[in-house]
């Protein structure tokens, strides 16, 4: 019998371009002589000979070298070899220095893409393509193998190269799914730990890539991706999932701990200086439960090759990062923080991705996740691209990613990043450098509609899981239902809140009468949407100093400032986020390459910063009137917003039951006032709950404990008031006890 195939498309695969190996490699069907038959054909290069071995059969017969690049074909008759049992074949070959392999065929196993797959990844609505595309382990017909798929309709040819075949291309060229251009290979006896990635070849350039839907990679700077199983990992936190699938986070307590895991604690070797995932696990787990933190918010900990972005600029949204373990360490990590009661949200960038040659930058050879036109394609500021959004594959890839977290992480919430760059098309561009939407205006429309679908399938899948914007605008209805014409987030965070709070408080005491509305502003807006109160990294870097830095006065005042700052901030209506160090009143701006000064807790005064840290938090999820009604204007009530001349701000914080209420004084200077009388809906004693110029605090414990007898002495409008002293740059709190 003679070889049947077309030596045309000989080429294509011996030189690592054929965009369907499958129509010449594996088994076919052939006719030879008016009998039927089977050719089997392999491209094994640089060897010097091949057998075929069916030990099934008991058979061992050569192959038949039918181009000198290593093409091989043997002809079996079809009672011994047919399709059927086609797998049980294999190929042993032997290379130029006489070492011997045996491999098995993986041109011979079906395709795991089914149609439908392809469909939905083509509609863009396969909210799951994680779990079709990148690595998969798999087991047909009891060999075992991973099954490798990549989406890149514009390449010539994609190939999977890694430490199995010396990355060389021309050994596993993938197939090509026509009309969608997903690119699909099984190899099979590969498993975990494999390294690989995708070698995509487009009008004669090779480049390799990263793999997008890639679970683990190597440690940058190294960039192969890791074939690793999400799939193994016993959790244990069935009933935090529960209990989260049936609570309402908007009237709850939500104080968030925003972590830099690299720096937040490091190990003593210098060279390896960040902690496991597990070892993290636990030191933050006791950390929070200590000082009463509800959740902890991670800056991206998806695979970035440069640590100074601080994850901002990802490489590999589907990995977690490998600094600090593997997947399964990260999963470890989540169950912990659930099984001690805290969740975990994440940094998700959906907004851009860097231009790093390994990773989604023109993928396949073409502008293939970010747009092609500069005006709308790069960021000016970040130097990085801008997602296509109205392409269905890319708003797949990105809702799909946002879902992964989510199912195989078993994340509690999103904050994603960077919202206003992908709201507006002129965003930090000058006149001429952007491109209107088809209406003329600066909306881009077709990132709003992402944003939309995502938050609408993620509170679907997944109740009780937060999405917040970071969201810099005034833009409307950002945390609104789409249903009403809004994004869909759960919250937004309040950065006009945080701005203008801090301009206040940068103010010297003196001239802070001439600045009151700076602080009073807010309630004008603060209802308009579900605020989160951060002080986040953004605002420790970058030459600003840490929080403690930036507040005036001398050393007593600068402590007074910020526990001042902290009181106002647990009591002002709003979800709490707090960056990691200030806590600590830590004196050194942030650096993501070094430890936070732990050491500083030798002192009293930094000491006093973090018990008060700790017992806000518990006032404030303790207290129905402080978390209840954070986005209901009737949790809050003016009771003196008027007093520019002594720079103090009164106020009512309320729960669902309005009889629930605790009153609030901030005196933002270093002026004891005395006799200082306040009004208050009721009679009765009012306990102090809270004084943050407590001695325990580092204060110099001026103050009313245990509290005041409220007088029939009309003010502020109330029949009954009370006549206290005001600590000196401090907040105070009173709660009515009743019976």
Not at 42 to 61: F, I, N, R, S
Request: charged residues 20%; glycine residues 8%; proline residues 6%.
């Amino acid at each position: 019998m003679r070889t049947q195939v077309d030596l045309n498309a000989i080429a294509p695969v011996v030189h690592g371009y054929h965009n369907n190996p499958f129509e010449v490699l594996g088994p076919h069907e052939i006719e030879d002589e008016g009998r039927r038959a089977l050719a089997i054909r392999a491209y094994l290069p640089e060897t010097k000979q091949v057998w075929l071995v069916d030990k099934q059969h008991g058979l061992w017969q050569p192959m038949r070298r039918i181009h000198p690049a290593g093409l091989y074909e043997a002809i079996c008759e079809p009672e011994v070899y047919n399709r059927k049992q086609g797998r049980n074949y294999q190929f042993c070959s032997v290379n130029q220095a006489g070492e011997q392999t045996t491999m098995h065929d993986p041109y011979s196993f079906p395709t795991l893409l089914t149609d439908y797959d392809l469909h939905l990844l083509g509609e863009g609505r396969h909210w799951d393509s994680y779990r079709r595309l990148g690595a998969h382990l798999r087991e047909i017909d009891g060999i075992k193998g991973v099954n490798f798929a990549v989406w890149a309709p514009n390449a010539e040819s994609v190939s999977v190269v890694g430490d199995f075949n010396g990355w060389d291309r021309r050994k596993h060229a993938m197939r090509k799914h026509l009309p969608g251009g997903t690119w699909e290979l099984f190899i099979p006896e590969l498993g975990l730990g494999t390294l690989y990635k995708f070698s995509v070849k487009n009008h004669g350039n090779v480049v390799e890539k990263c793999d997008p839907y890639g679970f683990a990679a190597e440690v940058p700077p190294k960039t192969a991706n890791i074939v690793s199983d999400l799939d193994g990992f016993q959790w244990s936190d069935e009933e935090w999932i529960a209990k989260r699938a049936n609570h309402n986070p908007l009237t709850a307590p939500l104080s968030i701990y925003e972590v830099h895991l690299g720096s937040w604690q490091r190990g003593d070797d210098w060279q390896h200086p960040w902690l496991n995932y597990r070892d993290l696990a636990h030191r933050l787990a006791a950390y929070c439960e200590k000082l009463g933190f509800t959740h902890i918010e991670l800056m991206p900990v998806s695979e970035h090759p440069f640590t100074g972005s601080w994850g901002y600029q990802t490489v590999g949204y589907f990995a977690a990062t490998s600094r600090y373990g593997t997947p399964e360490d990260f999963q470890y990590f989540v169950d912990y923080l659930h099984q001690h009661n805290i969740g975990v949200l994440i940094d998700w960038v959906p907004a851009h991705f860097p231009k790093d040659s390994h990773g989604l930058d023109f993928f396949d050879g073409s502008a293939l996740y970010e747009h092609a036109d500069p005006r709308q394609g790069e960021h000016p500021d970040w130097g990085t691209k801008i997602f296509n959004y109205g392409r269905n594959e890319v708003r797949n890839f990105l809702t799909s990613n946002a879902l992964f977290w989510l199912d195989k992480y078993h994340i509690d919430g999103l904050r994603v990043d960077a919202v206003a760059s992908m709201l507006y098309l002129d965003y930090s561009r000058e006149d001429g450098d952007w491109i209107p939407n088809q209406y003329g205006g600066r909306e881009n429309l077709a990132a709003i509609d992402f944003l939309k679908e995502f938050n609408e399938q993620v509170h679907l899948q997944y109740p009780g899981v937060l999405t917040v914007a970071e969201e810099s605008t005034a833009w409307g209805g950002v945390s609104r239902p789409t249903y009403v014409g809004g994004l869909g987030f759960s919250m937004k965070w309040n950065m006009g809140w945080m701005n203008d709070t801090l301009r206040y408080f940068r103010h010297e005491p003196i001239h802070r009468g001439y600045h009151h509305d700076e602080l009073t502003f807010s309630l004008i807006y603060a209802f308009t949407e579900n605020f989160v109160l951060p002080f986040s990294h953004d605002e420790v870097v970058h030459g600003k100093g840490s929080m403690l830095d930036q507040m005036p006065g001398d050393l007593w005042q600068r402590f007074a400032n910020l526990r001042l700052l902290y009181g106002y901030q647990w009591t002002h209506p709003g979800k709490k986020l707090t960056f990691m160090g200030g806590e600590i009143a830590q004196w050194n701006e942030w650096n993501c390459d070094e430890n936070l000064q732990w050491d500083l807790l030798e002192w009293e005064s930094h000491q006093g910063v973090q018990r008060l840290v700790a017992d806000l938090n518990k006032l404030y999820c303790n207290d129905p009137a402080l978390h209840q009604q954070d986005f209901d204007h009737t949790g809050f009530e003016w009771v003196d917003c008027h007093n520019h001349n002594d720079s103090v701000l009164v106020y009512l914080r309320r729960g669902t039951n309005p009889q629930d209420f605790v009153l609030v004084a901030c005196n933002f200077t270093p002026v004891v006032r005395k006799n200082y009388r306040i009004g208050v809906p009721e009679g009765g004693w009012y306990a102090e709950v809270m004084n943050t110029d407590s001695k325990y605090y580092g204060g110099s414990n001026v103050g009313n404990y245990p509290g005041l007898q409220a007088e029939e002495s009309e003010s502020h409008g109330r029949p009954y008031s009370l006549l206290m002293t005001l600590p000196p740059l401090a907040v105070v709190v009173f709660k009515p006890q009743r019976g």
